[in-house]
């Protein structure tokens, strides 16, 4: 009986007791909850000022590199260096022109020593060819150093410098290229020539009347196709 009297105060103090532990555990929930978000919160604001940290830095090390680009000290620098490789190229030509200037010519070519006008590139090759070959000896059906012939000398020359193989034969070379007359003739030009004793001659237009080629006479030379012994024998011009 005692048990029954008991029973329904305990029940009764339960119930009180239940709000408050529940009220206690949803206060512990929502402090657990704000302090996650505070550190959420944390990180996010403490990311940021390296973020801007890293790209203030990388602003700076351009700006410094723009500063010493522009810096008197760095233009006097390229502005030297430039001058030096343009001296360089200047010398070069000049030792080029002066070769050429400085040539002499022999035998009854009639021909002055007065530089060609042209001044491309190309025409420095071939200048710079002729100052390697001249004075070679006239060797018939020669192609090398030890003599060569006038065919051999072209056909040589446009090999060495253009990697052109022509025919053998001044006669084959002629049927090469573009047929072109004497006063559309250009540095580079093939021009012909026939002789006296039947034999076909060819060398390589310079410009200014004249070209370089192998002489029966002379070896590899300069000419003028308006001298007196070529001017006649003059027989067409062809371009490759």
């Known amino acids: 009986m005692?048990?029954?009297?008991?029973?329904?105060?305990?029940?009764?103090?339960?119930?009180?007791?239940?709000p408050e532990s529940s009220q206690a555990n949803i206060a512990s929930k929502k402090t657990a909850h704000a302090h996650s978000v505070k550190q959420k919160g944390t990180s996010r604001i403490t990311i940021a000022p390296m973020v801007r940290q890293e790209k203030t830095?990388?602003?700076l090390n351009q700006e410094k590199k723009k500063t010493a680009k522009a810096s008197p000290q760095h233009k006097a620098?390229?502005?030297?260096?430039?001058?030096?490789?343009?001296?360089?190229?200047k010398r070069s030509k000049k030792t080029i022109h002066k070769h050429w200037v400085a040539l002499t010519h022999?035998?009854?070519?009639?021909?002055?020593?007065?530089?060609?006008?042209?001044?491309?590139?190309?025409?420095?090759?071939?200048?710079?060819?002729y100052l390697d070959w001249r004075g070679t000896r006239y060797r018939p059906g020669g192609s090398s150093r030890t003599g060569v012939d006038?065919?051999?000398?072209?056909a040589l020359t446009f090999r060495d410098l253009y990697g052109i193989e022509l025919p053998r034969t001044a006669r084959?070379?002629?049927?090469?290229?573009?047929?072109?007359?004497?006063?559309?003739?250009?540095?580079?030009?093939?021009?012909?020539?026939?002789?006296?004793?039947?034999?076909?001659?060819?060398?390589?237009?310079?410009?200014?009347?004249?070209?370089?080629?192998?002489?029966?006479h002379d070896g590899v030379i300069i000419s003028n196709i308006y001298s007196s012994y070529w001017r006649d024998k003059f027989w067409k011009g062809s371009r490759l």
Request: glycine share 12%.
């Open 2 to 18: 005692k048990n029954y009297l008991v029973l329904p105060f305990l029940l009764a103090g339960l119930l009180l007791l239940w």
């Open 57 to 59: 830095t990388k602003v």
């Open 77 to 89: 620098s390229q502005a030297m260096a430039s001058k030096h490789d343009s001296s360089v190229k």
């Open 106 to 129: 022999h035998g009854n070519m009639d021909v002055d020593v007065a530089p060609v006008s042209a001044g491309t590139s190309d025409l420095d090759e071939l200048r710079q060819h």
């Open 150 to 154: 006038c065919s051999g000398f072209t």
């Open 172 to 216: 084959e070379q002629a049927m090469q290229g573009m047929p072109v007359d004497r006063e559309g003739l250009l540095p580079g030009d093939l021009v012909f020539f026939k002789r006296q004793n039947g034999g076909d001659h060819v060398g390589i237009y310079l410009g200014n009347g004249k070209f370089m080629h192998a002489s029966t």
